[in-house]
């Protein structure tokens, strides 16, 4: 069997809280265990929110925290040609079409419809379905050839994508085969119209090219898998094994934000905490 090949993908967009260190202690945990490799990706395709400095302190935490890499890490921003590449190749498939609504001016149509008694669809993070408006406008197809107006985003064609695909798509979490339902997600955006990609299509691209073979993530991830096992069926890609961890909530249940300070690891580290006592916060244990 191939060398398990795990990864952890944090954004330097924040501080990491103590999720980030559940999540990366137990992909080393289970790469070690499999005698695998840990890689390490920086996604930092949001420019304006990732910084530098960010980033330093992240991999600075990331060491005290006692986390080795088995490879130097890898930068998403580095790497937009790529991504570029593989949105040309699905726009050749004719499964991409620029969308021109803005988030704003889609909410404005939902309401209005709703308004009138029609059910929207929502995807899992509550977001209402893109509008058809652009898929089957044959002009909007052709408006990039004629630089009338810039694209706010990218689209995959979902009916298109599942038409090549074929229905029962599946994703394996450990021993468990799971249904996965992109359809929920509707005309997901591959791009924003000013970069060469979202976090789906970049995500399953590095985790081709980087030859990850076990994703293990948090389960506000999970529905996302739907999106990245259609991705990697339509550009020809490995099907990893996922496992998504159940996720460090704070004391009223909610998921931990970057914006907190108590539960940031420089913070703790700031205030004297040690790597046990992270451990211990979380529940961890080594071994
Ligand atoms: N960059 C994502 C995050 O920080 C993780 C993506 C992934 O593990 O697939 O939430």
Redesign the pocket.
Known sequence: MAQPIF?????P?GKLHLG?AY?ALLNQQMARKSGGKLLL?I?DIDIIRCTRELETQMLDDLKWLGIEWDEPPMRQSENLENYRGALDELAKMELVYPAFMSRGEVNRQVAEAEKAGATWPRDPDGTPHYPPRDRDNAKARNAQLQHSETPKSYRLDMTKALKVTGNGLTWQEQETTIEANPQIWGDVALARGDISTS?HLA?VLD?AHQGVTH?V??K??YF?TAI?RLLQELLGFNEPNYFHHDLILDETGEKLSKSRKDTSLADLRSSGATTQDIKDLISFSDG
């Open positions: 990864r952890f993908a944090p954004s967009n980030h999540s990706r996604e976090y995500c985790d994703i993530r948090g506000d991830l996302a990245h």
